[in-house]
């Protein structure tokens, strides 16, 4: 198939760009899908390592979970599931402490039992009084307290995201939850899984429809002049769309280090590094996100570096800071000027995004705006 046989062009074979694909086929659309990797499966993507049978989350681990029936419903379309409830560690100041804060964190950290009252009387005695908090370090101080900030956030946060909290949106915080119990899972959701198979294996699945012709070690910038006139799902970085003409946003980008070692080696799936004296940011190790399977002689884990993205590098998160956000916006209004493209995903809505609301945000652009770009030829302006 090529372009000009197509319906539809998908850049990008993650789950907002693989949704989109599956949706368009099973209607009986002929799509094709751009992808510049050697794989489908965008960061969700997992293989297994030959030597030891471990599955490998090869862009950092992912843990699906949501509290959408219709999201989790469409999803089971395409895999069976092992029940996996996040349980997340972080190591300060030669000390282990569960995460998120709750209250065995604040606890171990008093190095006394607090009840739930006495813990909250005691981080907002310590939060002092932020009304208005305008950046991360304030709201997190607002949430938790100085001394819980300075111990599991601030060093975390200037290696994840190699700027200043101060400079850094109120709202990354909020992703973090505080709990004045024992709970520490770290989602709260109806529905925490992992697919049996592995993530690859969902898009397989869903990528499988003969009305599917996907284009791996693909460029979209070679493969761009093929598809004039074809209406087209862009889910890479919107800036790179338009060649860098207003600027370069900014990215995080993570390198992961596999090693290799024999039986256990830090007994949980995760390990945060607040101190600023190590340099990478977490350590996963694999084996732990699969409780389910047989205890392995030897284990293989992930150390995370996190950076700012230079040019050539793979852009991870967007780090959204203030000039961020109006080059965005400036990049967004140049988009509204193409009427065959629909700019989604991650990337190319410059957004951070869980697997499910990628998937969620695919399914409403399909309703919306696709379905009737190919029914009824209407533009595809609308971004999401």
Known sequence: MNAREADLIIVGAGFYGATIAERAADA???????????????????????????????YGPHIFHTNSDEIFSYLSRFTTWTRYEHRLWTKSGGKIFPLPINLATISLFAEKFLSPAEAKSWVQHEAGNFQ???????????????P??????????????????????????TRLP???????????????????????????????????????????VDFKPECRGRPVIYTGPIDRYFEYRLGNL?????????ET???????????????LDVSWTRISEFKHFRPDRPVLEKTIIAREYSRSAQS???????????????????????????????FGGRLGSYQYLDMHQAIGAALVAWERHVRPRLTDNVNLETQE
């Open 28 to 58: 009986g659309y002929k799509v094709i899908i751009i992808e510049k990797r050697d794989h489908i499966g965008g960061n969700a993507y997992t293989y297994i390592e030959k030597e030891t049978g471990i599955e490998i989350h090869k």
């Open 261 to 275: 070692h024999e039986g256990d080696f830090q007994g949980c799936a995760v390990m945060n590094y607040a101190d």
């Open 250 to 258: 900014g990215w995080r980008t993570i390198d992961l280090e596999l």
């Open 312 to 342: 050539g590098d793979e852009p991870y998160y967007p780090i959204n800071l203030q000039h961020d956000k109006a080059l965005f916006g400036a990049y967004r209004a140049l988009g509204r000027s193409e009427k065959d493209v629909l």
């Open 178 to 220: 505080v709990r004045y119990t024992f709970d520490n899972r770290y989602f709260n959701d109806k529905y925490q899984f992992l697919p049996t198979e592995g993530y690859t294996h969902i898009f397989e699945n869903m990528l499988k429809n003969k009305n599917i012709n996907i284009k791996l070690s693909t460029d979209w």
């Open 132 to 146: 208005n908090p305008t950046n991360l370090e304030e709201k997190a101080i607002s949430l938790i307290g100085k």
């Open 148 to 173: 819980l900030y300075e111990a599991f956030i601030r060093g975390y946060t200037l290696k994840q995201w190699q700027t200043d909290p101060k400079l850094l949106p109120a709202e990354i915080i």
